[in-house]
C-alpha cells in the first residue's frame, strides 16, 4: 500500500489540531497513520476511517470497506454528522468530476474537510494497483469556487537532489459548505 509523503505530516496535523474535532472520518485512511496522530494530538472521542482495504493500524472506532467514488452506498446512513474527514491524498486519484460528486458527499457528511493533493497534475501510475493512478490537477482557488475555504497552505514537497531546493509542491486546504 503505498503511503502519502513524510513532509506533510507537520502541516496536517497542524491543521487538524486547529480543528479541534470531536468526530473524524479518515477517507482514504491508507495504513491508518492519521488515525493515530488524531487520537494523539485531539481530544476526538469518535474517529471512523474508510477504505478499499482496510488500515495496517487498527484505531478506529469503526472501518467501512468500499469504493469511495461511491461513498453514499459505502458509508451507513446512521453514520454521524463528522466534525471533520480527512481526505489526504485522495483526491487526485478521481476524473475532476467524481472528484467533485466525492467532495459534495463529504462535505454532506462533515462540517469541514480537509485536503491535501500534489499542487497541479503530478503522473502517478503503480502496475497492479488502479486505485493509485494520478487522474486529476488541483490548485487552491478551483475549491473556492464552489466552497467556503477556511484554510490554504501550501509547502514543498520533494526537494531536488543536487540544489536541495523544492521541486513539488503540496497543497492543503480546509472546506466546507456556505457558512460552515
Known amino acids: 500500500m503505498p503511503t502519502s509523503e513524510h513532509q506533510q505530516i507537520p502541516y496536517v496535523v497542524d491543521a487538524i ?7 473524524v472520518l479518515d477517507v482514504g485512511c491508507g495504513w491508518g497513520k492519521y488515525g493515530v496522530l488524531t487520537r ?35 458509508l451507513p446512513a446512521d453514520a454521524p454528522r463528522y466534525d471533520l474527514a480527512i481526505f489526504l491524498d485522495v483526491i487526485e486519484h478521481f476524473e475532476k468530476d467524481v472528484a467533485w460528486r466525492v467532495c459534495e458527499q463529504l462535505t454532506a ?50 526537494y531536488t537532489k543536487h540544489l536541495h531546493l523544492p521541486r513539488l509542491w503540496q497543497l492543503l486546504v480546509v472546506i466546507g459548505r456556505g457558512g460552515q
Do not use: C
Open 109 to 158: 457528511r462533515a462540517k469541514r474537510v480537509l485536503i491535501t493533493t500534489p499542487w497541479g497534475f503530478r503522473p502517478q501510475e503503480i502496475p497492479g494497483m488502479p486505485f493509485e493512478t494520478h487522474r486529476s490537477g488541483w490548485y487552491p482557488w478551483e475549491f473556492g469556487a464552489r466552497y467556503r475555504v477556511h484554510r490554504t497552505k501550501l509547502f514543498p514537497g520533494h
Open 17 to 23: 489540531v486547529r480543528e479541534q474535532p470531536a468526530s
Open 40 to 74: 494523539e494530538y485531539t481530544q476526538a472521542t469518535r474517529v471512523d476511517a474508510i477504505d478499499v482495504n482496510p488500515p495496517r493500524y487498527p484505531v478506529y472506532d469503526h472501518f467501512y470497506a468500499g469504493d469511495l467514488r461511491v461513498l453514499d452506498t459505502v
